[in-house]
């Protein structure tokens, strides 16, 4: 894990992460969150799910002080499509959603809602299971691309899964 130390020249970060979170790992989102607010970062922007959007969401309103850094929330379809638990944390933390009302579960939906997520951001960090597939690796992988600084780390999802 490589954690840039910079003052945030930018203010903007995208979040993003597996929604399969385990409680163990929710530890070192929340201290990269504390260290996104420590280093000045003026916006955090989430793309909405359970796991570690809604950790970050929540840890972020926790930490921050007064009003900063703004909370931006930027949902596929609509805070309604959500998990009852990501949807009561946007409701209550997040200073900012944007309902894109997209189809939900179609893969057009998700990648217009990450290109939202990332733009304008000069960063993004990633907190991923080391799968090199789905929506955590696709959008770590666009943001690179787009020239965002890309910090990943490692997390343990709560289920276990065989890769194949």
């Known amino acids: 894990m490589r954690i840039d130390a910079r003052p945030r020249a930018h203010k903007i970060a995208a979040v993003t992460g597996i929604g399969d979170l385990s409680r163990a790992s929710e530890r070192l989102v ?23 959007d809604t950790v970050a969401l929540c840890s972020a309103a926790f930490r921050r002080r007064s009003r900063t850094p703004r909370l931006r929330v930027l949902v596929p379809a609509s805070i309604a499509e959500l998990s009852l638990v990501a949807a009561h944390a946007i409701e ?34 990633g907190f991923t299971d080391g799968c090199m597939f789905g929506g955590p690796a696709w959008r770590i992988k666009h943001a690179a691309a787009e020239g965002l600084i890309v910090t990943t780390c490692t997390v343990r999802p709560a289920s276990v899964r065989r890769r194949r």
């Open 92 to 125: 209550k933390y997040s200073d900012d959603v944007v309902e894109l009302g997209l189809p939900v579960c179609e893969p057009a939906t998700y990648e217009a809602r990450d290109r939202i997520l990332v733009a304008g951001a000069r960063e993004l960090l």
């Open 30 to 52: 929340d201290e990269m969150i504390a260290v996104e607010i420590a280093l000045g970062v003026e916006e955090l922007r989430f793309g909405g799910a359970r796991g570690v």
